[in-house]
């Protein structure tokens, strides 16, 4: 088991713990060394390293970063930076902004498709006005009693092709490496094994993503089977990549896998972490 926790998200994002008790959390979960890694926000950074610093936990500044390459959405991981370099900060006060409009049309859209107050009911989940996010739309949903759970406000209005989905123009690869170089920080793709990307299309994004200047790909997380450690653990070592591992947790009952629950690295992989 591993007692390092590489992604996790909080209410400042799209979590339903606040930084302060997700740290807790991972701390009595047997976490050693964590990171806060909300989507497109550094908000919650502060108190959470406060609280891991209590707690006598090493703590790791942490995002994950919507990246838009050709037809797929990515997620790009950024460990270990200074937040208060003007690249990120300033990047990703853009890509937030684009989230208003975004939550707007998928509102509109869902009203079409017969979900009353979409937009007003899913901002009452989102404890942070400038991250509208789709599982705040899934737990409005659930609400009102549409669908069971989150997963199947997903399913069937959230996904491609289903009627509360928008295309959305997100950063940029090389942005995204960018910002998180030059603020002295680590890039990572985050849960490979989910995008919608055959071999060569897989072979192309790390090709690029070395290129840019990437440092590692996550090889155990939450959205990977079994099989796909294996898969991304021999992709990492064929384009000469590190390996990171995050549980991916949203909050309990709304995550695959629990903090403090993470398999070790496959053997012969380098860990990211080395050296933070
Ligand atoms: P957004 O950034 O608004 O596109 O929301 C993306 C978030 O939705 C992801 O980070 C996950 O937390 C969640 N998500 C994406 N796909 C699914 C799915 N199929 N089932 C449940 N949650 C999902
Ligand atoms: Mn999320
Ligand atoms: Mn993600
Ligand atoms: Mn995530």
Redesign the pocket.
């Known amino acids: 088991m591993l007692d390092v926790d590489l992604h996790c998200h909080s209410t400042h994002s ?1 979590g339903l713990l606040t930084p302060v008790e997700v740290v807790t959390r991972a701390f009595e979960q047997g976490v050693r060394m964590f990171a806060l890694t909300d ?1 497109d926000d550094l908000s919650g950074l502060p108190q959470a390293r406060a609280t891991a610093e209590a707690h006598g936990l090493q703590f790791i500044n942490g995002v994950e970063i ?1 990246v838009s390459w050709h037809d797929e ?1 990515l997620h790009i991981v950024g460990l270990n930076f200074d937040p208060e370099h003007a690249d990120i900060a300033g990047g990703l006060r853009d890509v937030r902004a684009g989230r208003h409009e975004r939550a707007e049309r998928i509102a509109a859209d869902l009203e079409r498709a017969g979900v009353a107050g979409a937009l007003a009911g899913a901002k009452r989940y989102a404890r942070n006005p400038d991250l509208l ?3 705040h739309f ?1 737990r409005y949903m659930v609400e009102l009693g549409l669908v069971k759970d ?2 199947t406000a ?2 069937r209005y959230l ?1 491609p092709g289903k009627p509360g989905y928008v295309e959305h123009v997100w950063a940029t690869l090389a942005q995204a490496v960018q910002w998180i170089s030059v603020a002295g920080g680590a890039a990572v793709i985050a849960h490979p094994g989910r995008y919608k990307l055959n071999n060569r299309q897989n072979e192309s994004l790390l090709g690029e993503f070395r290129d840019l200047g990437g440092t590692g790909v996550e090889v155990v997380t939450g959205s990977h089977t079994a099989d796909q450690y294996e898969t991304w653990a021999r992709y990492a070592q064929r384009y000469g990549l590190k390996a990171s591992a995050g549980s991916d947790f ?1 909050g309990p009952g709304e995550s695959y896998l629990d903090m403090g629950k993470l398999p070790d690295l496959p053997y012969g992989l380098v860990p990211v972490w080395e050296g933070f």
Request: hydrophobic content about 15%; charged content about 20%.
């Open positions: 799209d989507h919507s959405t996010s789709r599982p899934a989150t997963q997903f399913k996904t949203h």
